[in-house]
């Protein structure tokens, strides 16, 4: 199984909606959902739960129907397409094995019921399990395997049938943390080498930053945000999605004022005046904002340090937590708790004592108060 036998198809939403009806009226679980998925990209689906994530993965599969929009998988409409004859694998956050079936009747299952040869069935399996790497286990019932064992039956039956486009529901929710880390890096390298196009729903911040090749950031089922893991990271449009992704620092800022060459903005922070970019989308003036500022952009001084070129301010040590590489503080200062990670400091603070924050000014972001 090579890139060369499975073709990548882009996956394009326009206006999707779903609406479910109750006895309490329609309930809109996904609305407005636009979305341009390239050929051969992964792309995550991030959000809480009830976002809306998993349902926009089950119109894609066909499991639910669209209420409104349309869905193109390599530009043929997917709208009144029946699951089964959709160019699509699912993997499930329950694996969905059959338990009465060994692991290769497993990986078969797709194929047989495609009609497809015998000798193509055995070829494409035992290719299918020796990219996963399950083949010594051919024989054994589901039940003997362990999670990540399951879980690679799970991704060899999806693959196997030469998909164009592969989706992914939570499935590494019911593994251990570090197990969870070994399998998302194996689901990557899956999907590049075999060059197909990927939808990853996740609740796992981490998990999306370290997989996809872009995130869409999800709430109350509507897009907050699409970008590279980068571009959601550094670049967050508004106080949801810097929330969600990370940990921030989020400092109110209730009049900001615009810098005549644009793209910038004065704000006053810890008794200064400081000039930071804005990140997002364009701001309109008196608009309500907050200064994002990330935890491992902070440095700790010891109290009555001499620090020049930055922003600083008095605080006090008010939580203290060894990991090992790095060290988490919390200080209390003027604008409220601040919150910092420190690699390679092997300094230990304790709670109580004074401290001095710094931070340099490009550091900051203005972005939009939710």
């Not at 869905?71 to 059959?98: K, W």
């Not at 193509?120 to 035992?126: A, F, G, M, P, T």
């Not at 286990?137 to 060899?156: C, F, K, N, T």
């Not at 209390?332 to 092997?346: D, I």
Request: hydrophobic residues 35%.
């Amino acid at each position: 199984m090579s890139a060369k036998n499975i073709e990548p198809s882009s996956v394009d939403f326009t206006n999707i909606v779903k609406r479910y009806r109750s006895k309490h009226g329609a309930v809109t679980a996904v609305e407005g959902f636009t979305l341009s998925v390239r050929p051969g990209e992964l792309v995550s689906f991030l959000g809480p739960s009830g976002c809306g994530k998993t349902t926009t993965l089950r119109m894609i599969a066909g499991f639910e129907e669209i209420t409104e929009g349309e869905l193109l998988i390599s530009g043929q409409r997917m709208n009144d397409i029946e699951p089964h004859r959709r160019p699509i694998s699912m993997v499930f956050q329950s694996y969905a094995l059959f338990p009465h079936l060994s692991v290769r009747d497993n990986v078969a299952f797709g194929l047989k019921l495609r009609k497809e040869s015998g000798q193509k069935i055995r070829s494409l399996v035992d290719t299918a399990m020796e990219t996963m790497n399950i083949g010594q286990y051919a024989d054994r019932a589901p039940h003997e395997l362990s999670g990540g064992q399951q879980q690679r039956v799970a991704l060899a039956r999806a693959i196997v049938t030469e998909p164009r486009v592969l989706l992914f529901d939570e499935p590494l929710s019911n593994l251990d943390a570090k197990l969870r880390v070994k399998m998302r890096t194996e689901i990557r390298r899956i999907q590049q080498d075999l060059g197909i196009t990927a939808i990853f729903v996740t609740h796992d911040q981490e998990e999306a930053m370290s997989i996809s090749d872009r995130i869409v950031v999800m709430r109350a089922g509507k897009i907050e945000q699409v970008g590279t893991p980068e571009d959601i990271y550094e670049e967050p449009v508004n106080q949801f999605v810097a929330d969600f992704i990370g940990s921030s620092n989020l400092f109110d800022v209730r009049h900001p004022r615009l810098s005549s060459g644009g793209g910038g903005a004065v704000v006053r922070l810890f008794g200064q005046d400081v000039s930071v970019p804005i990140a997002g989308s364009r701001w309109e003036e008196g608009a309500a904002g907050k200064a994002l500022l990330r935890p491992e952009r902070v440095r700790v001084h010891s109290e009555g340090a001499e620090v020049g070129g930055q922003i600083t301010a008095p605080g006090r040590v008010t939580r203290y937590q060894y990991f090992g590489d790095h060290t988490r503080l919390e200080c209390e200062t003027a604008e409220g708790a601040v919150k910092a990670r420190l690699y390679g400091q092997s300094r230990h603070w304790k709670v109580g004592e004074g401290c001095l924050i710094a931070f340099e000014p490009q550091d900051i972001r203005l972005i939009k108060a939710s």
